[in-house]
């Protein structure tokens, strides 16, 4: 065995170390594996025949419903842009009616005018 850094105390590490060379081929050979601790999902393979070329049908509409709310703004703010795509104007005493997300940030951010 070689010279180790670890105490003569360390019982934890002693034992790691002996495991690791008694188990080392094991080890080795496994090396490329892959281990999970969840079994793998079954694939299933429907009969439908299902080729790049088919159309896609949708059965349904989604309806996306956002909240709004009416603000009015303490300052001029000029193509603020909150969140991913919302961008505006806001003049002064001027009301707007905008999503909920809009006058949340807003509002935290001290700009809506009460």
Same mark, same amino acid.
């Given at each position: 065995?070689?010279?180790?850094?670890?105490?003569?105390? &360390? +019982? /934890? %590490?002693?034992? +790691? &170390?002996? #495991? +690791?060379?008694?188990?080392?081929? !094991?080890?080795?050979?496994?090396?490329?594996?892959?281990? /999970?601790?969840?079994? #793998?999902?079954?694939?299933?393979?429907?009969?439908? &025949?299902?080729?790049?070329?088919?159309?896609?049908?949708? /059965?349904?509409?989604?309806?996306?419903?956002?909240?709004?709310?009416?603000?009015?703004?303490? !300052?001029?703010?000029?193509?603020?842009?909150? %969140?991913?795509?919302?961008?505006? /104007? =806001?003049?002064?005493?001027?009301?707007?009616?905008?999503? +909920? =997300?809009?006058?949340? $940030?807003?509002?935290?951010?001290?700009?809506?005018? $009460?």
């Amino acid at each position: 065995m070689a010279a180790s850094r670890r105490s003569p105390r &360390d +019982a /934890t %590490g002693r034992r +790691a &170390d002996e #495991l +690791a060379e008694a188990h080392a081929e !094991t080890l080795a050979e496994r090396a490329g594996e892959i281990s /999970t601790i969840n079994p #793998l999902p079954e694939v299933v393979v429907s009969d439908a &025949d299902i080729s790049a070329d088919d159309e896609i049908e949708l /059965t349904s509409e989604v309806e996306v419903k956002v909240a709004y709310k009416k603000m009015r703004v303490n !300052t001029d703010l000029d193509d603020v842009t909150i %969140g991913r795509d919302y961008q505006k /104007t =806001f003049k002064r005493g001027v009301e707007y009616k905008v999503p +909920a =997300f809009v006058y949340d $940030h807003l509002e935290e951010k001290g700009y809506v005018y $009460h």
